[in-house]
Every structure is written in structure tokens, then in C-alpha cells.
């Protein structure tokens, strides 16, 4: 088992930046893909983004391209979400999540584990 605890949402005005992080206990971190997903209101939960195990693969989802940087710190067991040049339509709540076998990691259904959500509000 792995919990997974997100924090570091907040209300921001647009242009304004955010670090989200997600802290893991349980079994190794190292052994985990992580992602950041997000889910607005009346909307499906979309991939943001996705980093592997040791950090050096990192993809995107075309929306946050050059806004958003996902990185991790093994030592500390922390996957952080830096978002920049914040807009409205990046308003939702972000989810981390685990993957053990990182396949398809802009696919909500392989992951394992999941954070509890923190809420981003982007103001006009």
C-alpha cells in the first residue's frame, strides 16, 4: 500500500503561480511513477502530467506545456506539480497518483494509488 497526501492548492490570480506537492508513505517511492491529474466541475478527471521513477522521463499534457514542471525528490519521497502563468481553465482539483508499471501514463485507470485532491482556483 501507498498513501499518497497532496497539498499547496489555493486561490491565485490569473498569471499567478502555485507549487503543488505529494508527499508518499508505505512502500518504496522509488518504486512508483508519479502523475498529476486534475478534474473540474462537471468535467472527467485529464492527465496534466506524469514523471518516471527516477525522474529523468517528465511528459505533458498539451495544456500546461511550458507552464507546468513535475519533478520529484526520491530522498524526501515528494513528487511536486510548479505551475506558472496560471489561467482560469487550469481551475479544478489536482490529483497525484502512483504507477507501478508506468505503461501509459496519461492513463487515469493504470495508476494505483491516489491523493485525496487539492483545489486550484485560478481567478480572472
Known amino acids: 500500500q501507498v498513501q499518497l497526501v497532496d497539498s499547496g492548492g489555493g486561490l491565485v490570480q490569473a498569471g499567478g503561480s502555485l507549487r503543488l506537492s505529494c508527499v508518499a508513505s508505505?512502500?518504496?517511492?522509488?518504486?512508483?511513477?508519479m502523475g498529476w491529474f486534475r478534474q473540474a466541475p462537471g468535467k472527467e478527471r485529464e492527465f496534466v502530467a506524469a514523471?518516471?521513477?527516477?525522474?529523468?522521463?517528465?511528459y505533458y499534457a498539451d495544456s500546461v506545456k511550458g507552464r507546468f514542471t513535475i519533478s520529484r525528490d526520491n530522498a524526501e519521497n515528494t513528487v511536486y506539480l510548479q505551475m506558472n502563468s496560471l489561467k482560469p481553465e487550469d481551475t479544478a482539483v489536482y490529483y497525484c497518483?502512483?504507477?507501478?508499471?508506468?505503461?501509459?501514463?496519461?492513463?487515469?485507470?493504470?495508476?494505483?494509488?491516489w491523493g485525496q485532491g487539492t483545489q486550484v482556483t485560478v481567478s480572472s
Open positions: 497518483a502512483a504507477d507501478a508499471r508506468f505503461n501509459a501514463y496519461s492513463d487515469s485507470g493504470t495508476y494505483d494509488y
Open positions: 508505505g512502500r518504496p517511492f522509488s518504486s512508483y511513477a
Open positions: 514523471i518516471s521513477w527516477g525522474g529523468t522521463r517528465t
